[in-house]
């Protein structure tokens, strides 16, 4: 996506909607993390008023929000930050680019650095690289961007150092001319979950909703979990909180879950027929997820 493509991200070092006193659930497992907030890398007197805000997670980003004539010192912002005892991951460049090298050469062993989001990931050489390059332990979340990278999903999903897949909507479609409607960006999407499961990673991450227009937000997070992926991307702090309800159990699914396995329980965890090893499965999903969401069931 382009630079401006964030445009007001609603974060600021005085007062922004980050700084809301209601509470925030902290320390969302990345592998379940619903709203990853993107933030400019040259930005950095942000960067301490997003960890404070609703999103799961947080990436510093020193690709394509970041001119390359300041690819440098938005780096540099980023790693000054981190080792302040900032925690963060950080969205590097490609490896086909002039800056790929120097981003995972400096950002290697870097406290505080959670993971690496990897641009234009086409290959699963390149996340494989992009990991032992880093130290062979920080987490690669392959950002798919092109009709390569989405040919290419299973491999990816498939290599050593890949930790979740996501996808880079605006850059695919203006690498494939298709329009951003539901249906056209079903099989992208497909693709992504489906070869997530192939390579036995978390659910996908969808591409961000550009604008501010909650509503529409909302529908496209409800799509975004109609097609089985379970994170979205965000471009701005307050758009986390709607991608979190949208994405996590709804009350009344928890107390379905809640009664299932309490039936379940009681009648000594006896199968009875076909259906209920699915629900059983489904029901044990459900109450993980409102557990790590806080999510209670409706009464």
Not at 50 to 69: F, K, N, Y
Not at 157 to 185: K, V
Request: one cysteine or more.
């Amino acid at each position: 996506m382009p630079s401006d493509a964030y445009g007001d991200t609603g974060l600021s070092s005085q007062t922004s909607p980050l700084t809301s006193p209601l509470p925030r659930i902290r320390n969302v497992p990345a592998e379940i993390a619903r709203s990853w907030l993107l933030v400019p890398a040259t930005q950095p007197e942000t960067f301490d008023a997003a960890i404070t805000s609703r999103a799961d997670a947080v990436v510093l980003d020193i690709e394509d929000a970041v001119d390359p004539s300041h690819k440098s010192s938005a780096r540099s912002d980023v790693l000054q930050w981190l080792r302040g005892g900032g925690r963060a991951w950080v969205r590097i460049n490609d490896v086909s680019s002039d800056f790929w090298a120097d981003d995972v050469a400096e950002l290697r062993n870097t406290p505080g650095l959670l993971g690496v989001m990897l641009a234009k990931t086409e290959s699963a050489e390149q996340v494989k690289e992009t990991y032992h390059r880093l130290d062979g332990k920080t987490r690669v979340l392959a950002l798919v961007e092109s009709a390569v990278g989405i040919e290419e999903a299973n491999n990816i999903a498939r290599a050593e150092g890949a930790f979740r897949l996501a996808f880079g909507s605006g850059d695919f479609r203006r690498d494939t001319g298709m329009s951003a409607d539901r249906e056209a960006m079903a099989y992208p999407r497909a693709k992504l979950v489906v070869a997530s499961r192939v390579g036995n990673l978390p659910g996908p991450i969808d591409g961000p909703t550009v604008g501010t227009n909650h509503p529409v937000l909302r529908e496209q997070s409800a799509v975004t979990v109609s097609m089985g992926m379970t994170g979205k991307l965000c471009l701005q702090a307050d758009q986390a909180t709607v991608i979190n309800e949208v994405i996590s159990p709804a009350p009344s699914d928890v107390a379905w879950a809640t009664d299932f396995m309490a039936d379940f329980d009681a009648r000594g965890g006896v199968i009875r027929d076909g259906s209920d090893l699915p629900r059983l499965g489904r029901a044990q999903k459900i109450m993980k997820l409102a557990v790590a969401f806080g999510v209670q069931p409706s009464v």
